[in-house]
């Protein structure tokens, strides 16, 4: 077997993050509040973990207001596609292989 | 081992969430059936009460004979978007979801525009008298809508907008069984749909 556990990308470890992407992925954007309804997290819990992920120049993100209350929209970069996309082929040929 | 149960979960979550993030899957199919039988009861109404059945595209009928027939078809839509606003509301309570969000708002906003063409569409031809293209013109916008939808909820939508895309050029076509047509897309079909999505989905 030539693909190891260490070629799971450290980001997704974490299940919140691995949602945020998988949202992410098959949507234009989503502002905050979408994404935490989808992932039932906390506000301060969703916020670092998006942190984390737009450090990683995975997800991009646009602030503007809607009536008068700030509003951040969140979208998937193309690093973030392609980083994404692999852990997936990733996950499966591990599955595949121990099947 | 348990890694592996761990992957499998991983992508179990990625699927569902993907589906939750871009499909509103609360939609009530038990509505669809109701919107069936509302639709049946109004083309009968209409055919008993005020002889509606239209056998050319010119309507022979004056807009005050018409007008019934108007007032029983807005009724018919009344009843069944509240009905799917109410058993949808309580299909997305039950599973903890909130039936205002970006989901519903993105399936609202892109059937309402095919719908609100044809319901503009449909109104110019009620004023200007050509009657007997009104079934035919409400299927195929009808139709349209339910296709777009079908991307936003359940796949299943396509299909049965493809087949009121279908029974409205009929209806066109063969204007004398436009009412007919009319009563299989918007009454039996529906009733067949909403059936198929409560016994599949809903149980």
Redesign the interface.
Known sequence: MNIS?DDLHKAFES?IR??IM??L???DF??FN?LK???DATDGNLATHIKKLEQLGFVDSKKSFVDNKPNTKYQITKEGKTAFEDH?KV??T??NS?K | MNKHQNHIQDLAEIRSMMERSSKFMSLSGLSGALAGIYALAGVFLAYTMYDFNPTEIISSKSIFEVSGVVVIALLVLVFSVSSAVYLSYRKATSKGENIWNATSRRLLLNVSIPLLAGAGLSLVLFLKGIDGLIPSVTLLFYGVALYSAGIFSYREIKVLGIIQVILGLLAAYFVSYALILWALGFGIAHIIYGTYIHIRHER
């Open positions: 556990f299940r691995l949602g998988s949202a992925a098959v949507n989503l502002d979408a309804e989808f992932l997936l996950l499966e591990i599955i121990q």
